[in-house]
């Protein structure tokens, strides 16, 4: 009887040694941890080309679009665009290296203008046009050269109405 005594022992130690061995390898504790992996990019910042005579008097200027305020008339034009207040789509100006230059209307009308930069990094602009029976003085300013365009802020006072106008401009070669 001893004998079979110490056989069930023995099995029964093994059965349940065994047995807790298949049950806590069944049973994990999985902890998850959600990580969020943040990549770092370098920022690439494109600065605008700086505007030189020779980028200013390689091409002759058409408006692409217009933004602004004469007297107390909202103006906008935007080329192709089918709300215009006025159209510029005849209208351009040719910078020549010996500071003359023409501004031609929208109507063909073409007027003779001087012109200078007004600081050393090219951000501002002072043009005169020579109109009859009034001159005009047109400041360009935060000129910015960028994707082969234009951008600046334009205002002059109109000598025959007295009227101030400020806009923002962009032009295109023509």
């Known amino acids: 009887m001893k004998r079979l005594f110490s056989v069930f022992a023995s099995l029964s130690f093994v059965l349940l040694f065994m047995f807790q061995v298949s049950i806590t390898s069944c049973t994990k504790d999985i902890i998850k941890n959600d990580t969020i992996t943040v990549v770092k990019k370098d920022t690439i910042i494109i600065k605008d080309t700086v505007l030189s005579m020779e980028i200013l008097t390689a091409n002759s200027w058409k408006m692409q679009e217009l933004r602004g305020v004469l007297g107390n008339s909202i103006r906008y034009y ?37 012109w200078s930069f007004s600081n050393e990094a090219h951000t501002k602009l002072t043009l005169t046009l020579y109109n009859t029976p009034a001159t005009f003085t047109v400041t360009w300013d935060n000129i910015r050269y960028k ?26 070669p023509r």
């Open 147 to 172: 994707n082969k365009s234009l951008y600046y802020d334009d205002y002059y006072t109109d000598g025959n109405l007295y009227l101030n106008e400020h806009s923002q401009q962009i032009r295109t």
């Open 78 to 114: 935007s080329r192709g665009g089918n709300s215009n207040t006025e159209s510029f789509d005849n209208e351009y100006i040719t910078f020549n290296k010996d500071n003359t230059g023409t501004y031609v209307q929208n109507n063909g009308i073409q007027r003779s203008i001087t």
